[in-house]
């Protein structure tokens, strides 16, 4: 069996309906998005964590080194508590007899701890990437109509059906219909992320049958028999995390790559290490005077550092090219 050409690869113009999915807060590099990209499949960059500045060289930096479509993406929703209430002093003080346990300093405030959305966004849109896709929410109208203008690919993501039709209902040109057996964060927008738990066997065609554009598995998927199950649910590409973070080219750590390639991997759902729901491998870290995000990320990150990995873990290959990993994902 080969895949079918679908809307999607139309679009974006692939030889292969594989989105490798984007990494937040540092875990992208420009080495994984253009392998992918230059082999046929979409490379992505996530650029939630930076400055509008840093955006608009990633950007450059993307289009230096492929020809083909590439996708950036952001966060609609960046913060739970505005900067101006978040007490700083006050959760540093609540961690202090971590960070004295640890040995480790205080993290110093960074200012601002993140940029919003509407900023990055329009600094996203002067540079004109191929494709723009966003998790947390629905971009307002104004925001979508200057893509459209500039020809940019709009993707949005859903956890649930009635996240999908809101996102219908806005024009976005594709929607990924992410699974709670992916990696990272639970981007629900409509409820609680604790409420949005739909498994992507039932949420991908459940939402094929709700909505006009066409759909995006995520969720789980790290080989080709995952892949064929996709397209039998109708979707029109997959977009895939977990599998290609372990790849060489991924930005993760040597010790995260190890923990993703070997030992036990079993996942968890916690609010531990950035204040939002996110599925991690197992670990112990607990931490009962929890902040809001994104400030409990940077409260931890002396502390202890997250191997983000989704369900699909265990079927994971060592130290796997991210284009071999591509050429095995269609080898259906
Ligand atoms: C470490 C990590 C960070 C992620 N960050 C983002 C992000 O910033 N934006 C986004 O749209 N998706 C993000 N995702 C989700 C992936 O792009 C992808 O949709 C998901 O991993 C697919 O599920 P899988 O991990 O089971 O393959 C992240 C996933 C991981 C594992």
Redesign the pocket.
Known sequence: MTLPRTRVSELLQLDHPV???????G??SLELAAAVSNAGGLG?F????LSPEQLTETIRALRERTDRAFNV???VSTHDVPEETFDWDAAVARLRPLYDAAGVAPPERPRPSAYAFDVLAEALIMSRPPVF???YGVPDARILDACREAGIVTIG?AVTVDEAVALDEAGVDAI?A??F?????R?AFLRPPGESLIG?LALVPATVDAVQAPVIA?????DARQVAAAFALGAEAV???????ATRQSA?SPAHREALSHGPRDTRLTKAFTGRL???LASDFRLADSAPFPYQAMLTRPLVS?H??????PLVQPDQDAVELLLRLVAV
């Open positions: 989105i490798q999915g984007p990494f937040g807060g875990l992208s992505s996530g650029a939630q964590h993406n952001l966060w896709s966003f998790v993501t990924v992410s699974g057996e992916a990696g990272g964060h981007i992507t995520a969720g789980g998927i790290a977009q895939v995390g977990t599998a290609f973070l993760a996110a599925r991690a997250a983000w990995a989704g369900q699909s873990a």
